[in-house]
């Protein structure tokens, strides 16, 4: 059975930084590209940030571009986001999905809520 | 960016009745080499986060009920849920994955009448 679990979301001021993690199993990590997508509260679904199988390729969205760092580890079988200068608009549950196709988010983890306010 | 806008934002049906979703991206989500349309369905019960229904537009993913039917073509694109069942109550999104950012419709809260 694939399982997700995220951790690492909190409560951060405006400019903080937070490292979320998703630990993966139940299938070959190493095999499939990772994600994660965010969901402001009571809003919409935005593709935060993907990284390919081996690490090797990444994508942000312009919303956190230069801000956030995705990266990975096929050893642990982990999934990580650095998230520096966070803003207000940076609120939201963060979810780590696993791509079953390129961009289709095929396994969703229950999400972690990461909360920017002073 | 593809903006993807779903209608209506909104819909009540009753039970056992068919409900239709519409999804309608801003440029052609189709790949006429592969003969597919980069599009997805997505179900978000309350409380839960959310589960891939269907691929390439039409494609079911495994698991998912027959009752649950995506269509269209190009930039228009339909999710039909041919008998409203009360676990259906949920917000359902269309995604499409043809261009980076991938990108999501605002969501269509369905409910029961």
């Known amino acids: 059975e694939v399982q997700l679990l995220e951790s690492g979301g909190g409560v951060e001021p405006p400019g903080g930084s937070l490292r979320l993690t998703c630990a993966a199993s139940g299938f070959t990590f190493s095999s499939y590209a990772m994600s994660w997508v965010r969901q402001a509260p009571g809003k919409g679904l935005e593709w935060v940030a993907a990284i390919s199988s081996s690490g090797g390729s990444t994508f942000y969205a312009d919303s956190v571009k230069g801000r956030f760092t995705i990266s990975r580890d096929n050893f642990q079988n982990t999934l990580y986001v650095e998230m520096n200068g966070l803003r207000a608009e940076d609120t939201a549950v963060y979810y780590c999905v696993t791509e079953t196709l390129s961009y289709v988010a095929g396994y969703w983890g229950q999400g972690t809520l990461v909360i920017v306010s002073s | 960016d593809i903006v993807m806008t779903q209608s209506p934002d909104s819909l009540a049906a009753s039970l056992g009745e068919r409900a239709t979703i519409s999804c309608r991206s801003s440029q052609n989500v189709y790949y006429s080499p592969s003969n597919k349309n980069y599009l997805a369905w997505y179900q978000q019960k309350p409380g839960h986060p959310p589960k891939l229904l269907v691929y390439?537009?039409?494609t079911r993913e495994s698991g998912v009920p027959d009752r649950f039917s995506g269509s269209g073509s190009g930039t228009d694109f339909t999710l039909t849920i041919s008998s409203l069942q009360a676990e259906d109550v949920a917000v359902y999104y269309c995604?499409?994955?043809?261009?980076?950012?991938?990108?999501f419709g605002q969501g269509t809260k369905l409910e029961i009448k």
């Open positions: 995604q499409q994955y043809y261009s980076t950012p991938p990108t």
């Open positions: 390439w537009a039409s």
